[in-house]
């Protein structure tokens, strides 16, 4: 069985810092994209990042030059580095991949983490 596991979620202060990862472990034949959306309270789920597997990067507009993503391959792994953190960034943050397993013969499928929680308050 395939699964995402995020990881790195908690309070942070206003202007603060987080890294989030997300593994991505089982019978993985390759991950295609990878990415990180998140949902605050009351709002519907919105894409934060997304990464190729070559490395290439696409951003939410307002979030450009805050938050980077990064993955390394060979751990099946996407980061999210968040810098100079706001109350707006509060939301439970989901993991997101395309995988490619012998499970589903080889095919893309869509894969979610099961989110972790980020809280910039002081």
């Known amino acids: 069985q395939v699964q995402l596991v995020e990881s790195g979620g908690g309070l942070v202060q206003p202007g603060g810092s987080l890294r989030l990862s997300c593994a991505a472990s089982?019978?993985?034949?390759?991950?295609?994209?990878m990415g990180w959306y998140r949902q605050a309270p009351g709002k519907e789920r919105e894409l934060v990042a997304g990464?190729?597997?070559?490395?290439?990067?696409n951003y939410a507009g307002s979030l450009k030059g805050r938050f980077t993503i990064s993955r390394d391959n060979a751990k099946n792994t996407v980061y999210l580095q968040m810098s100079s953190l706001k109350p707006e960034d509060t939301a439970v943050y989901y993991c997101?991949?395309?995988?490619?397993?012998?499970?589903?013969?080889?095919?893309?499928?869509?894969?979610w983490g099961q989110g972790t929680l980020v809280t910039v308050s002081s």
């Open positions: 089982g019978s993985i034949f390759s991950i295609d994209a």
């Open positions: 990464i190729t597997h070559g490395g290439s990067a």
């Open positions: 997101n991949a395309d995988v490619r397993s012998s499970s589903w013969s080889f095919r893309s499928r869509e894969l």
